[in-house]
């Protein structure tokens, strides 16, 4: 298992330090309301693979474009206005006609309550034919995106905008080998869904598409439910609720992933415990270069858990671009990961300081 740390380009070297591909959502939030008692509602952007383009800009400050489409209205303008705050470069951004009803092409809705206590989250999105899931193999120029005029150290994509249509498994299918081609280190969060392959063909369709895409990945995210739904991985010893995840069983799983995809350099997941909504244990384990590294388990208060996830692999993704190596890049992902569920939002409002604070193990005393 090679060393991820060394197949990343230097920084300065290219345009951009990550590329991601993925949807870019609008989110409704109650706040302390119920979806469907709700009165009025925040707006926020948001999509598993945004995410962590905006968490290493805003947060470690690095240089990130998202390669996404929107439908051209007043809708998607707002998403336009939301990412401009977070930094994240919208020139491979697509922007598609509206035909002023959305029978062809609109922008995804995603309706989220955070959850307290014993009442869990929800979410409910309304993405039908949505202008990033139509998508298709020729719609971008990868070779010239990871090419010497333009170049990323990193791209990154999940299992939520492969699920998204058929089109678009080709689109990542082909950013993936332009981004090999050119010597780009390639990450992919499985990211599991029910909703949004139970329509589809189900968790057979999902490991059917997800089995060949991870043969072409260099680093992947997932957890428990992830690895056992997309590639039919199973973890021995896991609660049923979850509420048990052996450490022991994870490393084995980790070598036995590895040893079916040797393409494969860095392999993480999460390791969350809900004991309610309002207060999870978090921690990871990875798999870098036949060496495991480990955070244990802590208990984090929740305050917004959406996100958390595309977080902890941003901090992780930082760590290996910094060189810091995979123990303080896990180290890191887990703090990101912690802070982002402190506050409202998918996005990370964290800055590098507050994380190496975490990481220090230091006290939320008040900073003035």
Same mark, same amino acid.
């Given at each position: 298992?090679?060393?991820?740390?060394?197949?990343?380009?230097?920084?300065?070297?290219?345009?951009?330090?990550?590329?991601s591909l993925g949807e870019v959502m609008l989110r409704l939030d109650p706040g302390e309301e119920?979806?469907?008692?709700?009165? /009025?509602?925040?707006?926020?952007?948001?999509?598993?693979?945004?995410?962590?383009?905006?968490? *290493?800009?805003?947060?470690?400050? *690095?240089? /990130?474009?998202?390669? /996404?489409?929107l439908a051209d209205n007043p809708v998607g303008r707002l998403v336009e206005d939301l990412m401009l705050q977070g930094g994240v470069d919208q020139e491979l951004v697509r922007w598609v006609p509206y035909d002023g009803v959305g029978r062809k092409v609109r922008n995804g809705l995603n309706f989220t309550e955070s959850g307290f206590g014993v009442r869990a989250a929800v979410g409910c999105s309304d993405r039908g034919h949505t202008a990033v899931s139509q &998508?298709?193999?020729?719609?971008y120029d990868w070779k010239a995106i990871f090419g010497a005029e333009m170049g990323s150290r990193w791209f990154h994509t999940g299992g939520i905008f492969t699920a998204l249509s058929e089109t678009t498994i080709g689109v990542a299918s082909e950013a993936m080998?332009?981004?090999?081609? #050119?010597?780009?280190?390639?990450?992919y969060d499985l990211n599991y869904r029910d909703s949004l392959w139970k329509s589809i063909g189900g968790k057979a369709r999902a490991r059917e598409v997800n089995r060949e895409l991870v043969r072409k990945v260099d680093v992947l995210f997932g957890n428990e439910e992830d690895f056992s739904a997309m590639l039919g991985v199973e973890i021995e010893g896991v609660g049923k609720d979850f509420d048990e995840l052996p450490v022991e069983s994870y490393a084995k799983m980790l070598r036995e992933l590895a040893g079916m995809y040797p393409n494969l350099k860095l392999i993480a997941s999460t390791l969350r415990t809900a004991t309610t909504a309002s207060e999870?244990?978090?921690g990871a384990i990875a798999l870098s270069g036949g060496t495991i590294a480990h955070v244990a388990q802590r208990n984090v208060d929740?305050?917004?858990?959406?996100?958390?996830?595309?977080s902890f692999a941003s901090g992780l993704i930082y760590g290996m671009l910094a060189g810091m190596g995979a123990q303080w890049a896990v180290e890191c992902g887990v703090a990101h990961g912690a802070l982002a569920m402190t506050t409202p939002?998918?996005?990370? /409002? #964290?800055?590098?300081?507050?994380? &190496?604070r975490v990481m220090g193990g230091g006290a939320a005393r008040i900073a003035r």
């Open positions: 298992m090679e060393d991820v740390s060394a197949s990343v380009k230097a920084q300065g070297s290219v345009r951009w330090d990550a590329v119920r979806i469907h008692t709700a009165r /009025t509602m925040r707006v926020w952007e948001g999509g598993g693979e945004y995410n962590v383009a905006r968490g *290493l800009r805003r947060c470690f400050e *690095l240089k /990130t474009a998202i390669a /996404t489409a &998508l298709k193999v020729g719609d080998d332009a981004a090999r081609a #050119a010597g780009t280190v390639v990450s999870n244990a978090c929740i305050l917004d858990r959406v996100g958390g996830g595309d939002g998918d996005t990370s /409002t #964290a800055s590098l300081s507050e994380v &190496l």
